[in-house]
Nanobody
């Protein structure tokens, strides 16, 4: 069982930056692929990016590639999402998630989810 807690959301102007953090409970954090997803009101959950178990490989959606960066610190049981050049269309609730099996962009492959943190980008 893994419990995930996100933090770092807030209100930012377009062009600004935010850094989200996600901290996991338990001693097996390094056994999980970690992903970030987001969901805007009235829209489906959207893949943002993922990082493999040791942090050596990342993959991003085309909508955020080049602006967002995922990293992790297994010693701190944490994964991060650095968001730069934010746009109003990035406004959403952002979720971190843990996958036991697959390095994946599909939300159905993720076993554990945080409660989400709101990111609002004003124009």
């Amino acid at each position: 069982q893994v419990q995930l807690v996100e933090s770092g959301g807030g209100l930012v102007q377009a062009g600004g930056s935010l850094r989200l953090s996600c901290t996991a409970s338990g001693r097996t954090f390094s056994s999980y692929v970690m992903g970030w997803f987001r969901q805007a009101p009235g829209k489906e959950r959207e893949f943002v990016g993922t990082i493999d178990k040791n942090g050596g490989r990342t993959f991003y959606s085309s909508s955020v590639n080049g602006r967002f960066t995922i990293s992790r610190d297994n010693a701190k049981n944490s994964v991060y999402l650095q968001m730069n050049s934010l746009k109003p269309e990035d406004t959403a609730v952002y979720y971190c998630a843990a996958a036991a099996q697959r390095y994946s962009s599909r939300w159905t492959d993720y076993n554990y989810w945080g409660q989400g943190t709101q990111v609002t980008v004003s124009s």
